[in-house]
């Protein structure tokens, strides 16, 4: 089978999802798209049994999709945080299934053989069973990922039941989930308290059994992360959620030092681009306003 994607954002890549056989994981940081093989959600499962971490970062356009992947991740999510670092929200609320289709196919378009995961934005699974379904579906066959992340843990466990069974795999979410920030109060840690702990282990194993993939948790305490991840058999992916966890995984624009916004305790910045870009808009503005920019050399 070829590891082309078909015209029209087809999501099959590679061995299909629920072979029998699950290769074995190759590659690794710096490993080259093209020799790594395709990333499925039974080979992220694998990992943790393997012990191997998963990497991962969002993506929301072709040549970050494309340079991330050569850089070894092995999940790229096109994260509805791509409202506050893209769209200039003050939020991800008001993020649609449209804009995350519409960067989703951005991503696609690069070809990774990371594996390509969906956010689902506020109010695109929370009114049904069937809606869920239905959204889920269109970020898959119209946007070409491989999978979609949906955020809390019983109220949804029924809807991801759902999705598996349609054939959709399915990456979970608990802990500060950002769609629910109006009900926070903002953006705090979660999950303190040891009532809320246990809760929130019970619904870590609720998602396991209506049959998530992976589990993505953000802004608990360390400690907690790792029960979790000892608990249950599906990968954790922390942010903010301590170094027991299987993968890890941060805002690109935040890794890379392009978000202007608050930089929360957990990031850590490989890069400051921000500041790269904007030496070089200001040499490029002084060069044209000096005529020096173009050259005769750069001239036809």
Same mark, same amino acid.
């Given at each position: 089978?070829s590891?082309?994607r078909p015209p029209?954002?087809e999501?099959?890549?590679?061995e299909p999802l629920g072979a029998?056989g699950?290769p074995?994981?190759?590659?690794g ?8 093989p395709?990333?499925t959600?039974p ?7 393997r012990g191997?971490p998963?990497?991962v970062?969002?993506?929301y356009?072709?040549?970050t999709?494309?340079?991330?992947d050569e850089?070894?991740?092995?999940i790229?999510l096109?994260?509805?945080?791509l409202?506050?670092?893209v769209l200039g929200?003050e939020s991800t609320?008001p993020?649609t299934? *449209?804009?995350?289709l519409h960067?989703t196919r951005a991503v696609?378009?690069a070809?990774? @053989?990371?594996l390509?995961v ?8 929370q ?9 889920a579906g269109r970020?898959v @066959?119209?946007?070409g990922?491989d999978a ?7 109220r949804v466990?029924?809807a991801?039941r ?6 959709i ?7 500060l ?6 009900a ?11 009532a809320?702990q246990?809760?929130?282990?019970r619904?870590?194993?609720l998602?396991?059994?209506?049959g998530?993939?992976?589990l993505?948790? *953000?802004?608990i305490?360390?400690?907690l ?8 058999g ?9 170094p027991?966890?299987d993968?890890?995984?941060?805002v690109?624009?935040d890794l890379?030092?392009?978000f202007l916004g608050?930089?929360p305790?957990?990031?850590r ?5 921000g500041e790269?870009?904007r030496?070089?808009f200001?040499?490029?503005a002084?060069?044209v306003?000096?005529?020096r920019?173009?050259?005769d050399? *750069?001239?036809?």
């Open positions: 089978m590891d082309e029209g954002g999501t099959r890549r590679g029998a699950i074995g994981v190759t590659g940081p710096g490993a080259k798209a093209s020799t790594r395709r990333f959600a080979r992220i499962v694998e990992m943790k049994r191997d998963i990497v970062v969002t993506a356009d072709f040549p999709s494309r340079i991330a850089a070894g991740a092995e790229l096109v994260g509805d945080s409202g506050t670092v929200y609320l993020v299934v *449209e804009d995350i960067h696609v378009r070809n990774p @053989k990371a390509v969906a956010d689902m934005p506020f109010m695109s699974y009114v049904s069973d069937e809606q869920a379904v239905l959204n970020l @066959k119209e946007g990922a979609v992340k949906l955020e809390g843990g019983e466990a029924p991801v759902r999705m598996v069974e349609a054939g795999p399915v990456m979970g979410h608990l802990g989930t950002p769609q629910s920030v109006l926070f109060g903002g953006y705090k840690v979660q999950a303190r308290g040891e809320d246990e809760r929130l282990l619904e870590a194993g998602l396991e059994q209506a998530c993939f992976s993505v948790l *953000e802004g305490p360390a400690r992360g790792g029960l979790v991840t000892r608990a249950i599906i990968p954790t992916i922390g942010i903010g959620a301590g027991q966890c993968g890890q995984v941060l690109s624009h890379l030092g392009l608050h930089q305790k957990f990031v910045r490989y890069a400051d681009l790269a870009m030496e070089a200001g040499r490029y002084a060069d306003k000096a005529r920019f173009p050259s050399a *750069e001239s036809y």
